[in-house]
């Protein structure tokens, strides 16, 4: 039997401790200080928070815990463990408004902003867009994951359209289209560099990056046991001297997936500063031209991404339908910038 998870923190007569995390050592691994090797794997995670944790006698090696200096070796498994169950499953409403772009009894198009968190996760447990959905939505169905009404997700600070489930029944259909690898989704992006092809398709197979856990990266032939396959399409819509705008469709959908294809071929995506693409990649060594790029940094803080249309059959009516989300504010400034640029230097 489930027990329903108690919001104010663990059941006071259990002795459990609950895992919130678990990384297992590569084979390679050097000897490392565990606060250290910690550091490296969680995100938004101080050195003083993983060090109190550890004198709190909540971070174990093989099943046994340890102290801030323990060194990581090869294959250890090491776990964060704490009193209370992870945040991710205190599911708080709030009252956060919605951009909706489309609604009826089966299904929600949303337009995400910049910045929202799609789920609850390490590090974002509020603000999130299921704490808006289910302030706004009484039953929404969970996914495989528990997520309430979530079919798909886009990043943190990709903005763009998600379609959200209201039935049992439609995130069934829903998630097999997304399985089948059914639906249509063009996402825009700004990239560095001058892309040679007008169009083309980067295939590989993308995973978590060995060295860093918090990028992923392409595997490739002689590693084809590793990751999972992934194929993004892309066309040129402007070239703008040092950067390039392109449309890329998605035929399978991997976390950070163009973000890592782009990153592959050569053309990481301006501002991703999780994947260097918030240093000057292409251009000249001016300082005036290094403060154009700060300038534009400024307008856009984040990586310029944007699920910009969406398509799916409705689940209920089998009708094909599609919606596109204009690119925002910020983005479109972004690209004028560029636009005047490469007019006057490249023109």
């Not at 039997?1 to 663990?10: A, C, K, S, V, Y």
């Not at 991710?88 to 337009?111: G, K």
């Not at 929404?140 to 309430?148: A, M």
Request: overall charge negative.
């Amino acid at each position: 039997m489930e027990t329903p998870l108690n919001p104010g923190g663990p059941d006071p007569q259990s002795d459990d401790l609950y895992e919130h995390f678990r990384f297992v050592a590569d084979k390679g691994q050097q000897p490392l200080r565990v606060d250290k090797y910690l550091m490296n794997k969680i995100e938004n995670a101080t050195r003083n928070k993983i060090q109190k944790a550890a004198k709190d006698g909540n971070i174990h090696v093989n099943d046994a815990s340890v102290k801030s200096n323990y060194k990581v070796k090869p294959n250890d498994v090491v776990t964060v463990l704490f009193e209370h169950p992870p945040y991710e499953y205190l599911l708080v409403p709030e009252d956060i408004p919605l951009d909706i772009v489309y609604e009826d009894e089966a299904v929600l198009v949303v337009n995400k902003p910049a910045g929202m968190v799609v789920h609850p996760g390490h590090g974002n447990y509020s603000g999130t867009l299921i704490n808006a959905l289910t302030y706004h939505f009484d039953n929404l169905p969970n996914n495989s994951s528990d997520r309430p009404g979530l079919v798909h997700r886009i990043d943190k600070d990709t903005s763009g359209l998600l379609v959200v489930a209201k039935t049992e029944e439609a995130m069934t259909h829903l998630a097999k289209q997304f399985f089948d690898k059914s639906t249509e989704r063009e996402y825009v992006a700004l990239v560095w560099g001058s892309v040679d092809e007008d169009k083309g398709t980067i295939e590989g197979n993308i995973g978590r990056h060995p060295k860093n856990r918090l990028q992923n990266t392409v595997f490739l032939d002689d590693e084809s046991d590793k990751g999972k396959p992934a194929v993004t399409h892309y066309k040129v819509l402007e070239r703008l001297g040092y950067v390039t705008l392109l449309s890329c469709n998605l035929e399978t959908g991997r976390t950070h997936q163009i973000r890592v294809h782009l990153k592959f071929i050569g053309h990481t995506l301006f501002n991703d500063e999780r994947y260097g693409g918030d240093q000057v990649l292409k251009g000249t060594h001016f300082s005036k031209y290094k403060q154009f790029v700060e300038n534009c940094f400024r307008v856009l803080p984040r990586q310029a991404l944007h699920a910009r249309t969406l398509g799916f059959v409705h689940p209920t009516t089998g009708e094909a339908m599609s919606f596109e989300a204009p690119i925002p504010q910020d983005m479109e400034e972004c690209l004028d910038k560029w636009r005047n640029y490469s007019k006057h230097t490249h023109g």
